[in-house]
């Protein structure tokens, strides 16, 4: 049984022994820095992990997670007492891990579903009016692509001066407004759009690249075919450059439910929602409801908890990319299109009588 | 034989998960909190102590190298890099501090992290707030001081310190012993900056308490809409300083609060409800402040910005901490502002308003907090300002006692280097200091200093392990939210009442939250 083995690892070793050299530098920076914390997170989600006191570490199975998944309200528990309300009965009070969580979650999507589209469609227009090479279509290029070089704290410090709340704010002092740009939430989530658009550069220069890949006899074709310019987009264009747009889709899609940067620089996650205190600042996307109990919340004994927002989170967005694979993948079907055109042929031979 | 490389990349994960400080809970971890909790030797003649002394008692350091974070990191950082580099200069040889500065807002997560994760990166001293002391002590970052300064054998006295501030500084450990956890350096908070120039030409005097504030600020918004205002602008809109009389109509909001400024919050929200009689925490440490005194408090404030009965409004709220160029011009008449700046406007000032030196003296007051916000002044919490103190830990890494002993010599230093150190606008603890004729005699102190507010005075607040969640000065919640909801047009259709009670509930959601 031994001997069998051996010979199985020398057979391995064999064969895969140059493969493995090679990629070791690659996998030992993924195990190190990719299994390594997924598989600790993992783990970490079932326990009470207290990072200032690691001994302070026991089971808890699958409490972290129906703790902000399905816990909406909580005992008010004080050094092991539970602390009781006027009527002498224990306090209980919203438990704002299950409200941060799914409002964030919510808030995020809901973002995601607006700005994704404009951050693919916008670029692709921009990329297509640039296929035409008009005047000075190098240097358009250039100033499309440029902001998104800077860094979103840079460029986040600039719109909080040109959205401040006062009537110094430049749009405000350009539009004689005293609109609190940043202190309501529909437009404070619109100033946050527009930061976002500073990122368009990277798809624009991916649908770009991919208008350029689209065969110019296509269209050539399409125009003997007479096809109009709608056809010819919905029918050349879009097939054309299916893969950047999936590519597109997908990496803006999974940033974006990641977004974070933009609402820290101009609303830190403001304002609130006053109608119901329960819940997160109303521009609370779900990585800064985790950058909050990671950092703002002064307690360091909730890793377990955090772990678990993260698996749950990391499962959706991976859910999400994953429709990349299952919208992706080949098609085949066979010879059913070869023998649909034969069966087609045939019939029309028939039909002709010859 | 598909399996191979998952067995591998598992085998792996799981050798390196082992490996890692602290390993994967569950994954057989081991606690390094144990190697570092251990008590302290509990003298430094034991033998194992690696601290000498030479023949007068006084412990002997060769070439000490100390790390030391500091959360001061404006021009009050600048001031206290060059104290260490004279303490460094004095000690050649002895001791050696390597200075850090860590943002107010990472601190905590920084040297908790560094101490648990890395603690041969964590410092041996830092100095952070006294106020929020409890949160870390309560997990185990810092060590009792006691033991530390019994072997660097500094003179420390409880009576050399104010006891208002440094009885907050002794912490009760897990079993329940009361220990000295932050070496006291000062006590700080913001001060009201007002024109004073204008305010004496407009017929009113600089204010002292509560009552005689608004009626300046009334009076001043009353002259403004009936054309009589006079103000002055600085000297680079109106170089040849003439007083200007402001149109009838003019809306003048004499009071500025920078709604999202900490320091202001610190201010209005949480002084404001203490002089008026409101206890912040209970004895467990949670929020008492929903009081009928606070609520009182803020439904004043409220009335300043939406007065009825003809009343002018006089308070005006912006989001960011700029108002200082509506200062120069005479917009503003009352702001408020952290001491460490004054240094900075002083020197802008004194050449803005164009009078040369006198500029800032001339047309400005330095109005310290006291009685301020009180609407009771001879209630024995009216000159109460909850202020933040700095005050130095050591961590629980240091585990060589020629090390703790060397802290506190550093400690010792920078407690007595007040005449530098006012300069960055805070007060000394030392009691000694405010009879030091360096002290008092010195241009900044009398010109700024002795403004500042008297350390009898201050305090921090409550202590409390649920600092964040029962003050909310980083998360908008808590008192700071309800000062927020005060003024937000927004929340005008609710009571303050209801707004407080919000709050409350939300403190203590957050609270029960977080166990």
Redo the contacts between chains.
């Keep these: 049984m031994q001997s069998h083995l051996k010979e199985k690892i020398a057979y391995?070793l064999k064969g895969?022994s140059v493969a493995l050299l090679l990629l070791l530098p690659f996998?030992v920076s993924f195990?190190?820095f990719f299994?390594?914390p997924f598989?600790?997170g993992i783990?970490?989600s079932?326990?009470h992990?207290?990072?200032?006191?690691?001994?302070d570490?026991y089971?808890v199975g699958l409490d972290n997670y129906s703790y902000f998944l399905f816990t909406p309200e909580?005992?008010?528990?004080?050094?092991g007492e539970p602390?009781l309300g006027p009527d002498g009965e224990p306090?209980m009070?919203?438990?704002?891990?299950f409200y941060s969580f799914w409002y964030s979650l919510l808030y995020t999507f809901l973002f995601a579903l607006v700005i994704v589209p404009v951050s693919i469609f916008l670029p692709l227009f921009l990329a297509s009016l640039l296929k035409k090479r008009p005047y000075g279509y190098r240097l358009f290029r250039s100033l499309i692509f440029i902001p998104s070089i800077f860094a979103v704290s840079a460029t986040g410090a600039a719109f909080?001066y040109i959205f401040?709340?006062?009537e110094?704010g430049f749009i405000n002092s350009l539009l004689g407004t005293r609109i609190?740009w940043?202190?309501?939430p529909l437009s404070a989530w619109f100033v946050i759009f527009l930061l976002c658009l500073y990122g368009i550069g990277a798809n624009f220069i991916i649908l770009a690249a991919g208008l350029e890949n689209v065969p110019r006899s296509l269209y050539e074709s399409s125009l003997i075919d007479g096809c109009n310019s709608f056809q010819k987009l919905i029918y050349v264009t879009l097939p054309g450059i299916k893969y950047q747009l999936s590519l597109c889709f997908f990496t803006t899609l999974i940033g974006y439910m990641n977004l974070y940067g933009q609402n820290r620089v101009l609303t830190?996650?403001?304002?609130?929602d006053?109608a119901h205190?329960?819940r997160p600042?109303v521009t609370h996307t779900v990585i800064y409801v985790i950058q909050?109990y990671?950092?703002?919340?002064?307690?360091?004994s909730?890793m377990g908890r955090i772990s678990a927002i993260c698996i749950v989170f990391g499962l959706i967005v991976g859910g999400l990319a994953s429709l990349r694979l299952f919208l992706d993948r080949e098609k085949k079907g066979g010879n059913r299109h070869a023998n649909e055109f034969k069966a087609y042929f045939e019939a029309k031979k028939a039909a002709e009588g010859r | 034989m598909k399996k191979m490389p998952f067995l591998l990349l598992s085998g792996a994960a799981l050798a390196l998960a082992a490996c890692q400080p602290g390993g994967v809970p569950g994954l057989g971890s081991s606690s390094s909190h144990e190697n570092h909790s251990e008590a302290p030797a509990s003298s430094s003649e034991e033998s194992d102590s690696d601290l000498t002394y030479d023949a007068d008692g006084n412990p002997v350091f060769e070439n000490v190298e100390l790390d030391f974070w500091s959360i001061s990191i404006g021009s009050d950082g600048l001031i206290q890099q060059d104290i260490v580099d004279k303490f460094n200069e004095e000690y050649a040889g002895k001791i050696h501090v390597n200075r850090a500065e860590r943002r107010h807002d990472e601190f905590s997560s920084a040297i908790v992290n560094t101490v648990i994760n890395d603690p041969e990166e964590a410092p041996d001293i830092v100095q952070g707030h006294g106020e929020r002391l409890r949160e870390l002590q309560s997990q185990g970052i810092y060590l009792p001081l006691e033991e530390a300064i019994e072997l660097s054998r500094i003179d420390f006295s409880r009576e050399d310190f104010y006891a208002n501030i440094l009885d907050d500084l002794y912490l009760q450990d897990d079993a329940g012993n009361e220990h000295l956890y932050g070496f006291p350096l000062d006590v700080h908070s913001n001060v009201i900056i007002a024109r004073k120039d204008i305010i004496e030409k407009n017929g009113f005097e600089v204010p002292t308490n509560f009552e005689e504030f608004i009626a300046v600020c009334q009076g001043l918004a009353d002259m403004a809409y009936e054309g009589k205002y006079q103000y002055r602008p600085t000297a680079q809109t109106n170089p040849d300083l003439e007083w200007l009389t402001a149109p009838s109509g003019t809306e003048l909001f004499p009071w500025f609060m920078s709604i999202e400024a900490l320091d202001d919050a610190l201010s209005y929200a949480i002084t404001g409800p203490v002089q008026n009689g409101t206890k912040m925490v209970d004895d467990r440490g949670l929020p008492a402040w929903n009081t009928q005194e606070t609520i009182d408090y803020f439904e004043q404030l409220r009335t300043y910005m939406y007065p009825t009965g003809g009343k002018r409004p006089i308070i005006k709220t912006a989001a960011a901490y700029d108002f200082i160029s509506d200062f120069y011009q005479g917009n503003y008449i009352f702001c408020s502002t952290g001491p460490w700046n004054l240094q900075g406007y002083k020197t802008i000032f004194d050449s803005a308003i164009g009078l040369g030196d006198g500029g800032f003296a001339e047309g400005v007051a330095i109005i310290p907090l006291s009685n301020l916000f009180a609407m009771d002044e001879t209630s024995p919490t009216a000159s109460s300002i909850v202020g933040t103190s700095h005050a130095f830990s050591l961590t629980r890494t240091v585990e060589s006692d020629t090390k703790k002993a060397a802290c506190m010599v550093f400690a010792d230093y920078m407690s007595r280097q007040y005449v530098d150190w006012i300069k960055g606008g805070h007060l000394p603890m030392r009691k000694a200091a405010m009879e030091d004729e360096a002290l008092l005699n010195d241009p900044f102190y009398l010109e700024v200093g002795q403004y500042l507010g008297k350390q009898e005075n201050f305090t921090l607040g409550g202590i409390t392990e649920y600092y964040s969640e029962v003050y909310g000065l980083e998360m908008n919640q808590g008192l700071n939210e309800v000062w927020h909801q005060t003024f937000n047009t927004q929340t005008q259709g609710k009571s303050i009442a209801d707004i407080v009670d919000e709050q409350y509930r939300n403190s203590i959601s957050i609270i029960a939250s977080y166990q």
Excluded: C, H, Q, R
């Design positions: 391995y895969y996998l195990v190190m299994v390594v598989v600790s783990n970490m079932f326990f992990y207290n990072i200032a006191d690691p001994s570490t089971f909580i005992p008010v528990v004080i050094g602390l306090m009070v919203a438990n704002t891990a909080v401040s709340n006062s110094d609190e940043l202190n309501t830190m996650g403001g304002p609130s006053f205190p329960e600042g909050d990671l950092t703002g919340s002064g307690k360091f909730l």
